[in-house]
């Protein structure tokens, strides 16, 4: 079994900053993805920021130049460090893990993260 445990939300101001954290435990392959996600009331999740144990990371257009992810030494860990928050950028969080043949998806319970104008 895999657990991911977010941490990090919260209500920030407009311009502000937040950082999110995520611990994946259980069974964790050497190899894998992992992500923030983002869910808005009515509006589909979407994809924030992922980064791969090999370095590679990419992100939402939306987010470029204003969000960070970064991954722990440990690789079960992952970081978004939101800059310059904006009323768009409130949503439900979620962490994400993709691993093994068929990038298994595992998500956290997920955290909110609010943007005051």
């Known amino acids: 079994q895999v657990q991911l445990v977010e941490s990090g939300g919260g209500l920030v101001q407009a311009g502000g900053s937040l950082r999110l954290s995520c611990a994946a435990s259980?069974?964790?392959?050497?190899?894998?993805?992992m992500g923030w996600y983002r869910q808005a009331p009515g509006k589909q999740r979407e994809l924030v920021a992922a980064?791969?144990?090999?370095?590679?990371?990419n992100y939402a257009d939306s987010v470029k130049g204003r969000f960070t992810i970064s991954r722990g030494n440990a690789k079960n860990t992952v970081y978004l460090q939101m800059n310059s928050l904006k009323s768009e950028d409130t949503a439900v969080y979620y962490c994400?893990?993709?691993?093994?043949?068929?990038?298994?998806?595992?998500w956290g319970q997920g955290t909110q993260v609010t943007v005051s104008a």
């Open positions: 259980g069974i964790i392959f050497s190899i894998n993805n």
């Open positions: 980064h791969t144990t090999t370095g590679r990371a």
């Open positions: 994400n893990l993709k691993q093994g043949r068929d990038s298994y998806d595992y």
